[in-house]
């Protein structure tokens, strides 16, 4: 039998960054948001040691034509940063329209305003680990 890995997944914000994690082989759910004070990326490699994580899976905000724009290169800077700091791979997800999809998710269960900002990033992070998990999950036996 194969050990489970366990990801971290991020939605790398330029105020907050939102974390989950993978309980389960096949499930992600939401873990923090991280203001981006200068701590950031101690704090993920903190957070990757206590979850025993294998690797890092982070949204990459490419633009609606799939092109590569100035955020997603701050993205891409902040994360070979964060590769150093926590000595762990690094894998990307195209995250387009990941945040709306959880403010709407959070709409639909009722959340106020000041709620969904607190909570928005960990959902979307959450959203970017699942899809990445659904991905690479393995297939399903046939009988």
């Known amino acids: 039998m194969t050990r489970m890995k366990t990801y971290l997944g991020l939605d790398v914000g330029d105020r907050r960054i939102g974390v989950a994690v993978n309980p389960t082989e096949s499930m992600a759910t939401p873990l923090e ?7 950031e990326l101690e704090r993920i490699a903190a957070l ?5 994580a294998e690797a890092i899976v982070a949204g990459m905000p490419y633009s ?3 092109t590569v724009k100035p955020q997603a290169e ?7 940063d964060l590769a150093d700091a926590a000595g762990l791979p690094i894998e990307t997800v195209d995250e387009r329209l990941t ?21 928005v990033d960990k959902v979307a992070a959450t959203l970017i680990l699942q899809t990445f ?9 046939t009988y």
Do not use: C, Y
């Not at 701050?74 to 070979?80: H, N, P, T």
């Not at 959070?106 to 909570?119: C, G």
């Open 99 to 119: 945040t709306a999809q959880a403010n709407r998710m959070l709409i639909s269960a009722d959340r106020k305003s000041k709620q969904r900002k607190q909570v």
């Open 48 to 52: 990757a040691r206590e979850h025993g």
């Open 64 to 66: 609606l034509d799939g």
């Open 133 to 141: 998990l659904d991905r690479n999950a393995p297939p399903e036996p």
């Open 33 to 39: 948001v991280i203001t981006r004070d200068g701590g």
């Open 74 to 80: 701050k993205v891409q800077a902040f994360l070979d």
